[in-house]
Each structure stands twice: as C-alpha cells, then as structure tokens.
C-alpha cells in the first residue's frame, strides 16, 4: 500500500476526472428520461416503441459505440464528450423502463382524486405523479448510477482520463497491485454517489421514511408473518 | 396542495443541485487540471500524448516535465492507444506532440521507403512528415521491434535468425500486438523480406508486455514480438531474432510536434533532451518501470532530468 | 453515415465469411463464451436467489451484495485475473461470470419474493411441504421474474464479451481490438451490429420463454384487469 501513498497525487486526479464524467450521464439519463417513461406509460402503444428503442440502445456494446461516436457526432477523437454522450445514452435507455414502472406503480385513484380536485395536467405531474413515482426512481437511479461508473473506466481504451487507466497500466507492467487500486476506487466512487443518492432521496421525499414505520406496526399486531 | 413542503423540498434540491455543481466546478479548476480531460486546452499549452505501451509513457512524461520545469504549460493525454489512433488525435489537434521511432514512422507513412540506417531513416522521415507536422532532433536511444524465441525453441530447431525461419517445418504462431498482421515488419515483412509463410498471428493487446511474454514462456506461441529495451528479454532467457535483411529498420526516439506549437524555446527544450536520452536509459528506465520497483513514470521522468542535470 | 455503408460492405464480403477469423466462426465463440458464462452464473445464483426469497432471508443484504458485485468494473477484473491466472478462456470467464451473478440473483430473489404472501399461506394452509410450496406455487409464478434477471444477465454478457477480447480470447469483440489499432472503422462498426444483432435475438428468445412460463390462471386474470401495471404487479394465482 506504500505505492498508493507514492502516487497519491496521480491517484486523486483521476478519481476526480473519473466523477466529472460519471456524473452528467447520470443526471442526463434523469432528466431526459421522465418525458420518455411518461409518454411510454401514458400510451399502450408508445410503451411498446419505446421500451423496444430503449431495450435496442442497450443492447450496443460500449466500447464499439463509444469508438463509433466521434464518427456520428463528428467531435475529436478523445474528446471526453464522446464518453460522456455514450453513457448518457445508455443511462437513457435503463431509465426509460424504470420511469416508465415508476408512473404505472402510482394508484390511478389518486391521480383522479387529484384531477377531480383542480389540479392541472401540469401541475399534477410535478406535485403528484413524479413524487409517487419517486421511490422507484430512485432505486433505478441507483442502478444507473453503478453502472454508468463503472463503464467510464472503458474509456480508458481510447484515450480519455479515467480511473480505468489503472488496468491498462497494470497489466502493460505486470503490476496487479496497481490494477486493484483501481478497482478499489472505482467501487468508492460508486459508493460515494450511491450515497450521494439515497441522501437526496431522504431529502427530497420525506415521506418515504415516515411511510416504513407504521406498517412494521400495523403487521406486527394483526400477526401476519 | 401544500405549498411550504413544495417549495422546501425544492429548495432542498437547489442546495444539493449546488453543492455538486460546486465540486464538479471545483475539480475542474483545480491545478490538477494539468493533467484533466478538457476537450481543448489553452492555446499556447502543449498536449503531450502517449502511445498504449509503457515506455511511450515514460518518455512522454519526461517531454511534459521538461517543458513544465521551463515554464511551458503542458497537458497530457496518456494510453491514447497505436499509431493509428494517435496520430488521428495528432491530426485533428486533441494533442500536439507524442514521442515516436523513426523506423516505424517513416514506414507508417511510406511502406516502400529504403532508408535503414539510423541518418537515413531520419533524412527520409522528414520529408515525409506532413506538412504542420514535423520531427525534432532524434536521440541515440532506439528501441526496436524484435522477434524473440525462447532458448529451448532455438537450440531445439537451430534457430538464430529472421533467415532460419524460412525453413522450418513446424507452424509457428507470433504473439504481438493486432496491427502486426499489416505493419511492415510483421508478417507481411516476414513473407516478404524472409520468406516465410506459415507464420500466424496470435493477437495480445499488450505491446509485447506480461501476458506476450507469458504466452512465449509457456509455448502457447513459440515467437513474440517484444521491445528491445524490455527487461523481459533478460530476465527469460530469449532469443532474439537477427535480422541480416534489416526488415527492422533503425528506430531512433524522436518528438513528433505540430508545428505551431514548435517554438524556439519548446525545439531547444525537447532536442536538450533527446541529446541526453541514450538506449542504456530506456533499458534502465524501463527496469525500474516494469520490473520488481514499479516506480511510476511521472515520478521516474522527473529522476530522470534530475540525474542528467538537465535545466 | 457512410461508415455504416461500409460495415455492411464488410459483412457482406464474403472472405469474412470463411476461417478463424470468419463470422460464423466468431459468432460462434461469442454465443459459446456467453451460454456457458450465464449457465454457470445461474447454477450459482438461481438457488442461492430462490432459496432466500423462499424464506424471506437476506433481504437486507442480497440487494447491496448484488449492488457491489455490479459495481466491480469489467474492465479491471479481466486485466486482473489475466495477470494472476494467466492467459487462456478461464480468466475472462470469471471476470463475466462475476458480472452475470447480480441481476440472475436479483431476479431470482425478486421473482419468488414477490409472490404473494396469502397465497403462500393458503398452499402452507393445504398442507404441502416447503418443497412442494416452492415448487408448486412461488416457482411457477415467479418463473417470470426469474427468467428476467437471466435475461438481463445475457444481455450484459454478450454485450461485455467483447471487452474481454483486450486478451487473446475469441469472439466478436476481436473485430473490436483488431479493427481499433488500425482505425479500420468497417470492420469496427460491423462487429458492433453483429453483437447487437446477437443480443436482441437473445433478448428475444427469452422475452417469449418469459411469456410462455406464466401459468395459464395468471394470464386469464392479468388480462380480465384494466390496468396496465408494470412490472412490479404482484402475482396472484386464481
């Protein structure tokens, strides 16, 4: 472990440009997913389209994507961006079907209630539905964001900065050590945000925590198993 | 419906949504950009890149650190990958200078060329470098390709030379990287320089590195490209291949550079040190790299300059 | 867009077709590497998943285990398994079977898990075994599940079998690693669509054994309700 205090500096560097493109993907793949999963729900129809689009730009193996990128999107060839639009492609597509259950798993009830109250389409959306929907959102987004860490590392393949440098390096010079460092701080890394996650989930849907309480209660007096 | 929750909760996110923009705004402003990902540097900062294999490493960091140490401002961009990936990156400006051998590059650019000696590679090199482009002054260091067999596998078939492959009866597998199968000292050379043609490729991305040299130890294949200023070659005992026929050309250390970027002060900084840099400094450089010291190449760059008392 | 003309020129030349290197030869290594990747993954994850969703154990661990698992990069541990275990197939199957463990157990866990509990207690109620509640009524319900979490493990397998080809192992990853250091984007893009190809065909055949296993009450109910729920509807037995 002398080598990880050696080279501590080199070490932090990538860490922090291994963060800088994990994170947009992750937030991208958020953002960008609510219409689809909305539309995808709304629809019978739109489901199946974009579920199917979403099932097929996962299925594209990352590291010929990531090398078809500067081709389609015309950028320099190890312009971080092409890493980063790659991910957030694939983000996309996870979070399509998780969004998409997220909206089904709210009680049609509650959304009529709401509806039959006054609230606007728009207006139910942001204060009703996304909020409901949030739990599973989260726990996709968790998967997301595991997996969109992870994958940055292949990067390195191609050139751009990224913890996976370690692998490369380690193996070039028969050096496993280096190559569990590695390892190590890309598995902290995705730790860190999964962490980052949760707490924004406690944050932002209070309710959440105060929902787990009573129905430990409740079972445990009706004495089910 | 309840508007105080709404607006705390998205207060909440706003704060969050600070925070991380703040260490995300934070990291990439920080001095350790120096060796960041940013999609273009400052004009008048010099991107040094790499090669996917070790030494190119060491000798880039060296560039950087040289330069660094005489106030140029230097990035890096390292593992880029081959040749061909890199003089792209070269091209379309992600970087501006990577440190190259003489041989291979002329070949890269022109097949047919005939210059083999190291003058003559030079000469020829710098004509056909293209324009916006061009060579500094190369080192004495060289690093060459080389076939290796194991000792077994020579005593065992009289092998010693690229020559006594020609006629041997058994099939022979070369372990190398996977562009040897169209590089002019790969297999295409070796049918057309020696003659010998029931050599096959076994692909291992790891430019003559541990699982090249492991594969070539346990037979799997029975010759392996490996660098000549490897330690593997000492340290296992092989053979490596004469080459009468100089199907491996003279491959001196030399900077690539775009032109813009070659100032006077970057050619007098980058020639002050391929001077110093001699073949016994690879070899040593790589030793400490690869071998049981694992010294990382930043830090053997900086030792190096220090020792030859350069700047 | 011309790029991908030219990945269709390549596979339809027909000298890829033939030898070592050839498609079928290298579609086939693919498909062998990935059966036996996911075929080992699930004799080790699916009864270790049906078991503790049978009795409702490790809910607290089996999801951040999965997690973690997930969370190792493909990448480091081929590199490192190569360099202590040497070259060869074993140590990328490894490193993909690690990778394929997480969603089979997920799925499986989740897929018994989520049958409902009154309907467990009224198989218990009749009087069968553990055995026979397990085999009789949460494993054909949850079969769909199950067989999801396989599915997505495929998937990623046929998908990640192309990184393992930075060693000297078969498959269409090799069009990958060898195209790369060349810039032969042809033969790069060609192998990608193959890979693609592959993994919806996959993605296919599993879809409809997915379909297929849900017992016939289940189907007759899930079609007599409106509601189009998601995946995560309980199943109920009629």
């Known amino acids: 472990m002398n080598w990880v205090w050696t080279n501590f500096g080199l070490i932090w560097e990538l860490t922090l440009d291994h963060v800088v493109l994990s994170a947009p993907p992750i937030i991208a793949g958020l953002i960008l997913s609510l219409p689809f999963g909305w539309l995808a729900n709304r629809f019978r129809l739109s489901r199946g389209i974009l579920l199917g689009i979403a099932g097929l730009l996962y299925a594209i193996p990352s590291l010929p994507f990531l090398v078809a990128v500067p081709t389609l999107l015309g950028t320099k060839i190890l312009n971080p961006v092409n890493l980063v639009v790659a991910l957030t492609v694939y983000a996309v597509a996870l979070m399509v079907r998780t969004t998409a259950d997220g909206f089904a798993s709210v009680e049609p009830d509650v959304t009529k209630s709401a509806t ?9 959306f942001w204060s009703v539905e996304l909020p409901l929907a949030g739990p599973v959102l989260l ?82 007096i009706m004495g089910s198993s | 419906m309840m508007p105080k929750n709404t607006s705390s909760r998205v207060g909440a996110l706003i704060t969050l949504g600070t925070v991380v923009v703040g260490l995300v705004g934070c990291s990439s402003g920080s001095p350790l950009s120096s060796s960041g990902n940013g999609a273009s540097a400052p004009s008048g900062t010099i991107t040094v890149g790499s090669a996917g294999f070790a030494e190119s490493e060491i000798i880039a960091q060296v560039y950087a650190h040289a330069l660094a140490i005489n106030n140029i401002e230097v990035s890096k961009r390292l593992t880029i990958g081959q040749r061909d990936v890199y003089l792209a990156a070269l091209k379309d400006g992600s970087i501006d200078l990577i440190p190259e051998y003489s041989g291979n590059l002329l070949q890269y650019y022109n097949a047919n060329s005939t210059a083999k000696s190291g003058p003559d590679v030079m000469a020829a090199l710098k004509n056909v470098v293209p324009s916006g482009f061009e060579v500094l002054d190369q080192a004495p260091a060289e690093d060459k390709d080389s076939y290796n067999v194991t000792a077994e596998f020579s005593a065992a078939y009289g092998v010693r030379s690229l020559a006594d492959l020609a006629s041997l009866t058994i099939p022979v597998t070369v372990g190398a990287n996977p562009e040897f199968a169209q590089r002019p000292y790969g297999i295409p050379g070796l049918k057309g320089t020696y003659g010998v043609s029931n050599v096959v490729l076994a692909p291992v991305s790891d430019s003559g590195g541990p699982l090249t040299v492991k594969a070539l130890r346990e037979g799997s294949v029975q010759m392996a490209d490996i660098f000549t200023t490897s330690p593997a070659i000492h340290d296992n005992n092989f053979v490596t291949l004469a080459d009468p026929q100089n199907l491996i050309i003279a491959q001196n250390v030399v900077p690539l550079i775009n032109s813009a970027k070659a100032s006077s002060k970057v050619k007098a900084v980058l020639n002050a040190v391929s001077a110093a840099l001699t073949t016994e400094d690879l070899v040593a450089l790589n030793g400490k790299n690869q071998g049981d010291e694992k010294i990382e190449s930043g830090i053997l760059a900086k030792e190096w300059l220090a020792q030859k008392h350069l700047f | 867009m011309s790029e991908i003309l030219l990945a269709l020129g390549w596979i339809a030349n027909p000298v890829n077709w033939v030898g070592v290197a050839g498609i079928p030869n290298r579609v086939g290594e693919h498909l062998s590497y990935s ?94 075994t553990e055995w026979q509640v397990l085999t009789r009524v949460e494993l054909p319900l949850g079969l769909p599940l199950v067989i999801g979490g396989v599915r997505s493990a495929a998937l990623q397998v046929i998908a990640t079998w192309t990184i393992a080809a930075i060693l000297p192992v078969g498959g269409l990853g090799r069009y990958i690693f060898d195209g790369l250091p060349v810039q032969n984007y042809a033969e790069m893009l060609a192998g990608s669509m193959l890979v693609i190809v592959l993994a919806l065909v996959a993605d296919g055949v599993f879809a409809l ?27 109920h037995a009629d």
Not at chain 3, 217 to 235: E, I, K, N
Request: no cysteine.
């Open chain 3, 35 to 128: 059966s036996v990747t996911v075929l080992i993954a699930a004799v080790i994850a699916m009864p270790l998943g049906v078991v503790l969703g049978h009795t409702r154990r490790g809910k607290f661990w089996v999801v951040p285990v999965a997690g973690a698992l997930r969370a190792l990069p493909t990448l480091g541990l081929v590199t490192l398994l190569a360099l202590l275990l040497g070259i060869g197939i074993v140590p990328p199957l490894i490193a993909l079977i690690v990778l394929a463990i997480p969603p089979v157990l997920a799925g499986a866990y989740s897929g018994i898990e989520s049958v409902d509990r009154h309907t467990v207690d009224a198989a218990r109620s009749l009087g069968m």
């Open chain 3, 209 to 235: 054994v997915q379909k297929g296993v849900i017992p016939r009450g289940v189907v007759a109910r899930q079609s007599a309700s409106s509601s189009d729920g998601g995946t995560r509807r309980r199943l």
């Open chain 1, 139 to 220: 726990a996709g987004l968790r998967v997301v964001s595991v997996s969109t860490v992870s994958l940055v590392t292949i990067g390195s393949i191609v050139g751009v900065n990224t913890l996976g440098y370690f692998f490369l390096n380690g193996l070039q010079r028969n050096f496993p050590t280096e190559i569990v460092v590695g390892i190590v701080a890309t598995v902290l890394v995705a730790l860190v945000f999964d962490a980052v996650l949760v707490l924004a989930g406690r944050v932002l849907m209070p309710w959440t925590a105060v929902e787990r309480a009573p129905r430990r209660g409740a079972a445990s």
């Open chain 1, 116 to 124: 039959a109250i006054g609230y606007s389409r728009w207006w139910r």
